[in-house]
């Protein structure tokens, strides 16, 4: 289609009243003297305040600003699925309208591009996060790394483009635990990193606390690995050969030395510690388990309530449409 925009951004947004206007600012002053059409696909993910007032505002006065509200809060990672679903744009960039990642770096984004990636992946020069958060994703990106084997380069940025043939290949992905990163790594094709700086947010506060950052955690290596099952047969067998040889002790020492083993402590000891152990693994097991149960019910990935300077055929997602209602009897 020749009335395609050279370029899509994609913004979730979620509780954003106080940044979305100020984001636009920095958007057009960044984007409307460069040689390249762009709009701004904004999907608010069930904020209760005046986001979406304020949203619509914008598209009123500029039609190549577009909303998508979905119908309740689906999280970031379905937010930006729809974003993807609904944007027309040759090349798509997603970023935070918070302002962490910087509006006047999209043209290098772009330009970096065009030298011939599908993907070029923002990765954060220094961080103004705090050092617990540093820790944990330092933490989080390495042990997942070597669980999945998917080398994600450490440090990424929300900031990335990439084309419509890599958001196709995206959105044949249609997992419910949806782990965009690691989607990004399996879809493969040619990618790259630029640096990009990390500032404080504009004005608000972040949505992820400790709890939810372990969720997604969580979520991420149970959708991206099963070596943590592996573990418990290997942690099992451990286990098995060394009791083996402490039992063998224990038996030797009482046939040809007759000292018999004592010791309640040790004996409470042992039941707690493979008592734990074993409601652990259940846990894990549970953990797998629920999720797999969500894929089967293959539930729509987000529900739309309403949209603004978009068509109604630009809805793809067939779940996300109301089913009709039938007469009885036909
Ligand atoms: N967000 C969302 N749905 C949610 C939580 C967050 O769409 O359930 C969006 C939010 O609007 C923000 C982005 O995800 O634009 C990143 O969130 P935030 O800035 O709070 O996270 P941080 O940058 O602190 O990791
Ligand atoms: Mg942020």
Not at 26 to 46: M, N, P, W
Not at 250 to 268: E, Q, Y
């Amino acid at each position: 289609m020749s009335d395609r925009p050279d370029l899509s951004l994609i913004v979730a947004l979620y509780y954003e009243e106080e940044c979305v206007e100020e984001f636009v600012r920095q958007v057009r002053a960044a984007l409307d003297d460069e040689d390249l059409t762009y709009e701004i696909v904004f999907v608010d993910d069930g904020s209760q305040d005046r986001t979406v007032e304020l949203t619509a505002a914008l598209c009123a006065d500029d039609d190549r600003i577009k909303l998508v509200q979905l119908s309740r809060n689906h999280g970031k990672e379905a937010a930006v699925t729809a974003g993807i679903e609904h944007a027309r744009g040759r090349w798509m960039l997603m970023m935070d309208p918070d302002l962490q990642d910087p509006p006047e770096r999209i043209v290098d984004f772009y330009q970096k591009a065009q030298e011939g990636y599908d993907l070029v992946f923002g990765v954060r020069k220094e961080r103004s996060a705090s050092l617990s958060t540093r820790l944990f994703s330092k933490v989080f990106w390495t042990s997942l790394n070597w669980m999945t084997g998917l080398q994600i380069p450490t440090g990424l940025s929300v900031m990335r483009i990439f084309n419509r043939p890599f958001a196709e290949a995206f959105l044949q992905h249609k997992e419910r635990v949806r782990f965009i990163e690691g989607i990004f790594m399996l879809v493969g094709m040619r990618r790259t990193t630029l640096e990009v700086e990390h500032r404080p947010r504009f004005a608000g506060q972040t949505k992820f606390n400790f709890r939810r950052r372990m969720r997604l955690a969580l979520n991420a290596m149970i959708a991206f690995s099963d070596k943590p099952l592996q573990l418990g047969i290997s942690f099992g067998v451990t286990l098995l050969a060394a009791t083996s040889l402490w039992g063998l002790y224990a038996f030797i020492r009482k046939l040809v030395f007759g000292i018999g083993m004592s010791g309640w402590t040790s004996t409470i000891l042992v039941i707690l510690l493979l008592g734990s152990v074993q409601i652990i693994l259940l846990g894990l097991i549970g953990s797998y388990l629920g999720r797999l149960y969500a894929e089967a019910k293959a539930r729509p990935i987000y529900g739309v309530q309403r949209t603004f300077n978009l068509d109604e055929q630009a809805v793809p997602l067939e779940a996300a449409r109301p089913t009709p209602v039938r007469e009885l009897g036909t």
